[in-house]
């Protein structure tokens, strides 16, 4: 698919906004391997071939497993995740496609198990933000396939 613009170039303060939601993300406390996890399941969800690709980069340079990267789609299913992620990939899920009735309370509880209020806020934001990202790339055909992980392969 042919890319339709180039969102960063033509407006450079909506991306420095984005940029700034993104560095909020990275300071809120959730491990980083857990943000790509959850980036990743968004990025499934809404088919952004252009964050997938990315995240999945990060994901592996951080030391994130293929097993894991190729059953992310089927979490519930697969007995690799430990509860807390499962938990914040069904709150990813939930929060990514709000139904008519909302962010179920069972899920509700569930994440808070796992996350005080301010992970829990602090992970809403980020799924958010890959959210916002997702749309940009998608809406845009942003180029896929360019891009390179600058973290250190484990």
Known sequence: MKERLNYQTASPEAMQAMIQLEKQVHQGGIEESLLELVKTRASQ?????????????????RGETE????????WREA??????????LLWTELVTVIGPHGVEDAAYDEARKHFDEKSLVNL???????????R?????????????????KH
């Open 45 to 61: 969800i809404n088919g952004c071939a252009w964050c997938l690709d990315m995240h999945t980069k990060d994901a592996r340079a």
């Open 136 to 152: 940009l790339n998608v809406a845009f055909r942003t180029k896929v396939g360019d891009y390179v992980s600058p973290h250190k």
């Open 67 to 74: 097993q894991r990267l190729y059953l992310l789609s089927a």
């Open 79 to 88: 007995p690799c995740f430990t509860e807390r992620e499962r938990a914040a």
């Open 124 to 134: 809403t934001l980020a799924i958010i933000a890959i959210n916002g990202w997702n």
